[in-house]
């Protein structure tokens, strides 16, 4: 795993699928992996790295169309390393009861690049959420911040001992 470099790219609208990206960046460096973490629409190659998380906000059944694109612009070179996918979105605990399958246009995503498997994390819809209808949702009870850093860090974790067992 040493010299192993990880790519995780986000698509992120509020800074929530950030988040998740920079705590599984902080998880995967604390183990020792070259762990980088770059917007989606900032990502120019990935040829560099070993392995690529890649990760966006769903809002209304539709990844991120920054991770989208990324995906796209780059579908050749992730094809021949190691792929992660990760969906971010659900503003409330329906993450952490149950596995959420990804959106159709991920699960597709899934299969044209090969990706090893995808996580979906619970979102946060919060006061600092910009937006007339996300204020409206918070106002009525609907948001809050369900992402849970320990099972972030634990799926940063399960990546990193596929890292250390494939080098």
Same mark, same amino acid.
């Given at each position: #795993?040493?010299?192993t ?5 986000? +698509?992120? !609208?509020?800074g929530a *699928?950030?988040?998740?990206?920079e705590?599984?960046?902080e998880e995967?460096r604390? !183990?020792g992996v ?9 990502? %120019?190659?990935?040829?560099?790295y070993?392995g690529v998380?890649l ?9 991120h ?14 094809? !021949?390393?190691? =792929?992660? &996918?990760? $969906?971010?979105?659900?503003v ?8 959420i399958?990804? =959106?159709?246009g991920?699960?597709r995503? #899934?299969?044209?690049?090969g990706?090893r498997?995808?996580? *979906?994390? +619970?979102?946060? &819809? *919060?006061?600092? *959420?910009? +937006?007339?209808?996300?204020?409206? #949702?918070?106002?009525h009870g !609907?948001?809050?911040?369900?992402? %849970? ?15 250390g $067992?494939?080098s």
């Amino acid at each position: #795993m040493p010299g192993t470099r990880l790519l995780i790219a986000f +698509g992120s !609208k509020h800074g929530a *699928t950030q988040g998740i990206a920079e705590e599984l960046g902080e998880e995967l460096r604390s !183990k020792g992996v070259d762990a980088v973490v770059i917007p989606a629409d900032r990502v %120019n190659d990935v040829s560099d790295y070993d392995g690529v998380i890649l990760g966006g906000a769903v809002y209304a059944g539709r990844w991120h169309v920054e991770a989208r694109r990324c995906a796209r612009r780059h579908a050749d070179e992730l094809r !021949k390393r190691s =792929v992660w &996918l990760f $969906s971010s979105g659900p503003v409330d605990d329906s993450a952490e009861r149950r596995e959420i399958a990804p =959106v159709r246009g991920v699960a597709r995503w #899934m299969q044209r690049l090969g990706a090893r498997e995808h996580i *979906t994390f +619970g979102g946060a &819809l *919060t006061e600092q *959420t910009p +937006g007339l209808l996300a204020h409206s #949702m918070v106002r009525h009870g !609907k948001g809050g911040d369900f992402r %849970n850093p320990e099972r972030i860090r634990q799926w940063a974790d399960h990546i990193a001992s596929h890292l250390g $067992s494939s080098s």
